[in-house]
């Protein structure tokens, strides 16, 4: 590594962009500047370093170890530089910043976006971007600054906690129910129409529990959760769905309650370049908040 370093600081900040989106293009684009510009000054800063800090992987652009160690280490310096503009502006101090969210479209509307929304109305200038995916993560995280995942995510690259569990269980309407034989038992679900994930495209194997339903047919089939609780309302058939989404509409009912239940969990994973970010640590508290205001949704009593 050279002895005597000439550093420019946005260039140190356009590697926390790369880092953080995985492209040069959306990096430039977060500030302002066509990609060959971020390439050539992130080869500035490679050379000022005498060393490699990004590699080329399967989707996009991933930091080396001297590159982790660096972004780390200047993981904070997005709000310094910003801080230093409002001094010298004379502008309101306050959090400011794009955080990247990634959920599960179901738990993503009704828990991250509210909690999203509560982050607003007081930092009003942070903008927050929620793609909404049942797909797991990649072991770059996608460019997401944090992602929340049915399960575990099987990557050492993120740093990875518990969420919550969430329980599913068997719905329908009664309209449905009282134009079909009684349901009594397990064995009473045989010939039914089941609506749950496409099981082509299901790639979260936490989700994979149609194995435990032999008989059923599974006649409607999204890669939504609430286009399947909207089938379920609709009386398509009989919906393995998240008590979350299912137990406040009154159309639907529970069925077999005491023998049909499964319990997964939501983790939440944050990318190392991110995790010092304020704008990203109030949205992970926001979330936590939610989700301990609203913990019997999730986990309702049997």
């Not at 050539?40 to 996009?60: F, N, Q, Y």
Request: hydrophobic share 45%.
């Amino acid at each position: 590594m050279a002895g005597g370093l000439d550093l420019n600081v946005d260039d140190v900040r356009l590697l926390l962009a790369v880092a953080r989106t995985g492209r040069m293009a959306n990096a430039g684009a977060a500030l302002g500047l066509d990609h060959t510009t971020v390439s050539r000054r992130i080869k500035r800063l490679e050379r000022s370093l005498d060393a490699s800090l990004l590699t080329r992987g399967s989707d996009g652009w991933e930091l080396t170890a001297l590159g982790k160690r660096v972004a780390e280490s200047a993981a904070g310096i997005d709000d310094v530089v910003q801080r230093v503009r409002d001094a010298a502006s004379r502008e309101e101090a306050g959090l400011r910043g794009t955080v990247r969210v990634a959920a599960p479209d179901g738990f993503g509307v009704s828990f991250v976006a509210p909690a999203i929304a509560a982050v607003l109305r007081e930092h009003p200038r942070i903008s927050v971007e929620l793609v909404t995916s049942t797909r797991p993560i990649s072991s770059r995280g996608a460019g997401f600054d944090m992602t929340v995942s049915i399960g575990v995510p099987q990557t050492g690259r993120l740093e990875t906690e518990l969420l919550t569990p969430y329980s599913l269980a068997l719905y329908a309407t009664r309209e449905y129910l009282d134009s079909h034989p009684a349901i009594r038992g397990f064995d009473d679900l045989r010939g039914h129409v089941l609506i749950f994930y496409v099981d082509a495209l299901l790639s979260v194997a936490e989700l994979d529990l149609t194995r435990n339903f032999a008989g059923l047919r599974v006649g409607f089939a999204s890669t939504n959760v609430l286009a399947q609780v909207e089938a379920t309302i609709a009386s398509a058939g009989i919906g393995l769905l998240p008590c979350f989404l299912a137990e406040s509409n009154p159309r639907l009912v529970r069925i077999l309650g005491a023998l049909v239940r499964f319990e997964l969990n939501f983790s939440l994973s944050v990318r190392p370049p991110s995790r010092d970010l304020e704008a990203v640590s109030v949205i992970r508290d926001a979330i936590l908040g939610e989700i301990a205001g609203r913990r019997e949704e999730l986990v309702p009593p049997k």
